[in-house]
Nanobody, 119 residues
Framework: QVHLVESGGGLVQPGGSLRLSCVASGFDFSNYYMNWVRQAPGKGLEWVSGISSGVAIPYYADSVRGRFTISRDNVKNTLYLQMTSLEPDDTAVYYC????????????RGQGTQVTVSS
């Protein structure tokens, strides 16, 4: 049974930074492509970043490239998202999701962690 638990969200001022974590269990984490997706108020799920298994190649949406860094620790079964230069438009609930590259089926995702960027 896939179980994903996100943490690390909070309230931050524009230009600030946060680091999100996601602990995975119930599947062989190291063998799966993993994602971060987000949902802003009143909007649908938006893919933010993904990382391959094995050599851990990162991929980013244009809106976050250069500001966010995805990484994974396969020993700790944990996915990370380091967010810098945060903007008000980054305000959303952030989820980690088990889904293949290019997939939009985010059924396997955690409960989310709220990120609010505001002065």
């Amino acid at each position: 049974q896939v179980h994903l638990v996100e943490s690390g969200g909070g309230l931050v001022q524009p230009g600030g930074s946060l680091r999100l974590s996601c602990v995975a269990s119930g599947f062989d984490f190291s063998n799966y492509y993993m994602n971060w997706v987000r949902q802003a108020p009143g909007k649908g799920l938006e893919w933010v970043s993904g990382i391959s298994s094995g050599v851990a190649i990162p991929y980013y949406a244009d809106s976050v490239r250069g500001r966010f860094t995805i990484s994974r620790d396969n020993v700790k079964n944990t996915l990370y998202l380091q967010m810098t230069s945060l903007e008000p438009d980054d305000t959303a609930v952030y989820y980690c999701a088990k889904a293949g590259p290019g997939s939009t089926d985010y059924s396997y995702r955690g409960q989310g962690t709220q990120v609010t960027v505001s002065s």
